[in-house]
């Protein structure tokens, strides 16, 4: 039990920094490539900070803990819209300046209801996960196409700075890249290992697991990046991260677990936990996109997005205790 646990401390910490290597090398040669900053933000830097929960969830998939898969998945999407954006915009309010953020964030929504298709029969099938997979094809080519498209954003301002500031020779992010995904698949072995044995010892589902210490862990790189980012006044790129990140979430880890094993969904999944992630998902669409205007999440709905989240948490607590 002991070795379980720091197991999974030790593979989170790696995973946190082996997360933030490999997005920083790729977005790093991605620039040496002569991709534009707004494909870089919406793809590279979006869909690379899920690099962990792809991850994690894929070895579950393949050792045969398919609902540690789904819970890491759905969890990270409530821990990066409850927690993360929640407790950046109580320390700093986020203002939305991008268009193609506000496109993004009702297409995340979207994807968000249409996954609930591939639950409501009771497992997310093989054909469940090829649909899931061919919407995120669909979703990379519309990515690829507007991020080509010439003319600014702040999305793209945001991510010329943030690469600015980290500035690498092309050798050197190559070798970042490879390094941190290397680790990324060590560490991840690792926290499989040690969260299965936990939720044995415990008795405990690995949906449970997976919804609480490995979904809040793969997260923490979306958590140490938006904060960095906020510091700089880079508010477009902390939301950037999250619909990239939770996008990627829903369609690619999802769809990847379920190819190489069929997920059966409990019936909590249904009742508790994709109602909370649609939730926070509309809360996040209403509140970026704006009443009118610009979108901006106070310090009011960010102290809402983030009681949401510890309430959902203190709730998956409870239904352990409960089932004891």
Same mark, same amino acid.
């Given at each position: 039990?002991?070795?379980?646990?720091?197991?999974?401390?030790?593979?989170?910490?790696?995973?946190?920094?082996?997360?933030?290597?490999?997005?920083?090398?790729?977005?790093?040669?991605?620039?040496?490539?002569?991709?534009?900053?707004?494909?870089?933000?919406?793809?590279?830097?979006?869909?690379?900070?899920?690099?962990?929960?792809?991850?994690?969830?894929?070895?579950?998939?393949?050792?045969?803990?398919?609902?540690?898969?789904?819970?890491?998945?759905?969890?990270?999407?409530?821990?990066?819209?409850?927690?993360?954006?929640?407790?950046?915009?109580?320390?700093?309010?986020?203002?939305?300046?991008?268009?193609?953020?506000?496109?993004?964030?009702?297409?995340?929504?979207?994807?968000?209801?249409?996954?609930?298709?591939?639950?409501?029969?009771?497992?997310?099938?093989?054909?469940?996960?090829?649909?899931?997979?061919?919407?995120?094809?669909?979703?990379?080519?519309?990515?690829?196409?507007?991020?080509?498209?010439?003319?600014?954003?702040?999305?793209?301002?945001?991510?010329?700075?943030?690469?600015?500031?980290?500035?690498?020779?092309?050798?050197?992010?190559?070798?970042?890249?490879?390094?941190?995904?290397?680790?990324?698949?060590?560490?991840?072995?690792?926290?499989?290992?040690? #969260? !299965?044995?936990?939720?044995?010892?415990?008795?405990?589902?690995? +949906?449970?697991?997976? =919804? @609480? %210490?490995?979904? &809040? *862990?793969?997260?923490?790189?979306?958590?140490?990046?938006?904060?960095?980012?906020?510091?700089?006044?880079?508010?477009?790129?902390?939301?950037?991260?999250?619909?990239?990140?939770?996008?990627?979430?829903?369609?690619?880890?999802?769809?990847?677990?379920?190819?190489?094993?069929?997920?059966?969904?409990?019936? #909590? !999944?249904?009742?508790?936990?994709?109602?909370?992630?649609?939730? +926070?998902?509309?809360? =996040? @669409? %209403?509140?970026? &996109? *704006?009443?009118?205007?610009?979108?901006?999440?106070?310090?009011?709905?960010?102290?809402?997005?983030?009681?949401?989240?510890?309430?959902?948490?203190?709730?998956?607590?409870?239904?352990?205790?409960?089932?004891?």
């Amino acid at each position: 039990m002991l070795m379980a646990i720091i197991a999974v401390a030790l593979g989170l910490a790696v995973l946190v920094w082996s997360a933030d290597r490999f997005v920083d090398g790729a977005a790093a040669t991605s620039r040496h490539l002569g991709l534009p900053p707004l494909l870089i933000g919406m793809v590279i830097i979006g869909f690379g900070t899920s690099a962990p929960e792809l991850m994690v969830s894929g070895l579950s998939a393949w050792q045969g803990n398919p609902g540690l898969a789904l819970g890491n998945a759905y969890g990270s999407n409530i821990a990066n819209i409850g927690l993360i954006v929640g407790l950046v915009a109580l320390l700093s309010p986020l203002t939305m300046h991008s268009q193609v953020l506000r496109q993004e964030l009702p297409l995340l929504m979207l994807v968000t209801v249409a996954s609930l298709w591939c639950l409501q029969d009771g497992d997310v099938s093989r054909w469940d996960a090829v649909l899931l997979l061919a919407m995120l094809a669909a979703l990379l080519t519309y990515s690829v196409m507007r991020g080509r498209q010439k003319g600014s954003d702040a999305l793209a301002d945001n991510t010329t700075a943030n690469l600015d500031a980290q500035e690498m020779t092309l050798k050197r992010a190559i070798t970042w890249t490879l390094v941190g995904l290397v680790m990324l698949i060590a560490s991840s072995r690792l926290l499989v290992w040690g #969260a !299965v044995d936990i939720a044995s010892a415990f008795g405990v589902s690995d +949906l449970i697991i997976g =919804l @609480t %210490v490995v979904a &809040i *862990g793969t997260s923490l790189p979306e958590l140490a990046s938006s904060i960095s980012a906020v510091r700089k006044n880079e508010h477009d790129l902390v939301i950037g991260n999250v619909v990239g990140s939770n996008l990627f979430n829903t369609l690619a880890v999802v769809g990847l677990a379920g190819i190489i094993d069929p997920i059966n969904v409990d019936s #909590a !999944v249904l009742v508790r936990d994709w109602p909370v992630m649609a939730g +926070l998902t509309l809360a =996040l @669409t %209403v509140f970026g &996109i *704006g009443w009118k205007g610009q979108g901006r999440i106070n310090r009011l709905e960010a102290a809402l997005l983030l009681a949401t989240f510890i309430a959902y948490t203190a709730w998956l607590v409870m239904s352990v205790i409960g089932g004891r």
